[in-house]
């Protein structure tokens, strides 16, 4: 089950609480028997990138302007425990190296999708150098839909009926005229010969 951080605001003395848990089995990113004292930090980047060639005058389209994938950096704090603090440095060593996705609870949204990039940590000199603080970045895995519907067919290209020409309506007048010559030669040597059988001319 996931495990909860509360933060405390030392100015307002207001209560925060981060959440952050595998999405399939909603354990806690140190194990299910290790919570952080305490969330020291937060961070959030999103950026976009935009083409840099030059376009049309006045044009702009959405293929010209990339989303990043989101970022999310988390720094906690593990007080005076050997034992405790290498546990949970195994554990998040494990989940970075895996595949699983991640989901980040904050006070303002929910981050899901996520996973580790990488850690690092330092001690700092409370309690003669015993609190471990470790930051942990994370960074979205963009999801993609699959398109399972029907696939448009298409019409063979050497089926599509052939558009009429200029060249090509000059070769029909030309044929017609040919016809229409060739009609009228056969005639006049019909009327020829009616005109030899009626007057004997051979």
């Known amino acids: 089950m996931a495990q909860e951080t509360t933060t405390l605001n030392a100015e307002s003395g207001a209560s925060y609480v981060y959440d952050v848990y595998m999405s399939d089995t909603q354990e806690g990113i140190f194990g299910a028997d290790i919570t952080p004292d305490s969330v020291l930090e937060m961070s959030f980047q999103a950026e976009s990138e935009a083409?840099?060639?030059?376009?049309?005058?006045?044009?702009?389209?959405?293929?010209?302007k990339t989303n990043s994938p989101e970022t999310v950096s988390l720094v906690f704090s593990f007080s005076a425990d050997d034992a405790r603090q290498n546990n949970a440095l195994d554990k998040i060593r494990e989940r970075k190296e895996n595949y699983d996705l991640i989901s980040i609870l904050t006070p303002t949204h929910l981050y899901e999708?996520?996973?580790?990039?990488?850690?690092?940590?330092?001690?700092?000199?409370?309690?003669?150098?015993?609190?471990?603080?470790?930051?942990?970045?994370?960074?979205?895995?963009k999801q993609v839909a699959v398109n399972t519907g029907v696939v448009a067919e298409f019409k063979n290209v050497t089926s599509a009926k052939k558009k009429n020409t200029g060249k090509k309506q000059k070769v029909d007048t030309e044929t017609e005229a040919k016809v229409r010559r060739s009609t009228a030669k056969d005639a006049e040597n019909k009327g020829k010969n009616v005109i030899n059988y009626l007057y004997g001319n051979n």
């Not at 083409?51 to 010209?64: D, H, L, M, Q, V």
């Not at 999708?113 to 979205?140: C, H, K, P």
């Open 51 to 64: 083409t840099s060639e030059p376009i049309e005058k006045g044009g702009f389209a959405s293929f010209y």
């Open 113 to 141: 999708n996520m996973t580790i990039l990488s850690y690092s940590y330092n001690r700092t000199n409370t309690d003669g150098m015993t609190m471990l603080v470790l930051q942990v970045d994370f960074q979205q895995i």
